[in-house]
Structures are given as C-alpha cells and as structure tokens.
C-alpha cells in the first residue's frame, strides 16, 4: 500500500509504502513525484517503509532506478525510515547513487524530516 503522508509540504514529500506495493503504485509514485518537481523546481522526499514486501519491492526496483537516473539533478534528498533490516540495507546499498540519501529508523522519524527541511 502506498499513501502521501500529511506531513509533506511544498518540495518536501513523504510517502508511506507497506506490505505489497504494486508496479503500477509505483508508477503513481513517479507521476506525483514528477509533478512535484514541475510544481517546485527540486524535491527532497521522505519514504517511510513499514512491512514492505520484498518481492514487490524488487519487482519495482527497474521503476524506481529509472526515475532516480532520469530527475537526479531535481531529487536533493531521500529519508528512508525503516527497521527492516533488509531494506535499510539496500538503502545503504543505493548511496552510491547520485542522490543524497540517508535512512533512519522510526523512532528518528522527526530527525529525517528535519534533515529534509
């Protein structure tokens, strides 16, 4: 299930992602994530992962490397919020990218958003 989160504001977007997130979810994703950078200029963006379904995350991944490859000059920064430890380290993994990216457990929650500010 993926769902904006009441917090975002102007360029600063989160998004809960949980159990199994579909392919064409995450297209959704990436049209809003789009039009958020047409609206602002550059985002930065706070993804929260609770209970993520692995495989779903996997089958995306072609989907969400894509859109990083395309908008990395509009992407400040990505927060990953997790304490799966599987996806933190993909997530540490994806630092080698071109976008700022730092993760956080959910007890560092209000520290993420503050690090996207």
Same mark, same amino acid.
């Given at each position: 299930?993926?769902?904006?989160?009441?917090?975002?504001?102007?360029?600063?977007?989160?998004?809960?992602?949980?159990? $199994?997130?579909? %392919?064409?979810?995450?297209?959704?994703?990436?049209?809003? =994530?789009?039009?958020?950078? @047409?609206?602002? +200029?550059?985002?930065?963006?706070?993804?929260?992962?609770?209970?993520?379904?692995?495989?779903?995350?996997?089958?995306?991944?072609?989907?969400?490397?894509?859109?990083?490859?395309?908008?990395?000059?509009?992407? $400040?920064?990505? %927060?990953?919020?997790?304490?799966?430890?599987?996806?933190? =380290?993909?997530?540490?993994? @994806?630092?080698? +990218?071109?976008?700022?990216?730092?993760?956080?457990?959910?007890?560092?929650?209000?520290?993420?958003?503050?690090?996207?500010?």
């Amino acid at each position: 299930m993926l769902r904006q989160l009441e917090k975002s504001q102007g360029s600063v977007i989160g998004y809960s992602l949980s159990g $199994e997130v579909s %392919a064409d979810e995450y297209t959704q994703l990436a049209s809003e =994530l789009r039009d958020e950078i @047409a609206r602002h +200029g550059t985002i930065r963006v706070l993804f929260r992962l609770s209970d993520l379904d692995l495989s779903s995350f996997f089958a995306a991944l072609d989907e969400r490397l894509r859109f990083v490859r395309e908008n990395r000059e509009d992407v $400040e920064r990505v %927060a990953v919020v997790t304490d799966d430890t599987m996806t933190g =380290l993909l997530s540490k993994a @994806a630092k080698a +990218g071109p976008v700022e990216l730092q993760t956080f457990s959910s007890d560092e929650e209000p520290k993420a958003w503050a690090w996207l500010a």
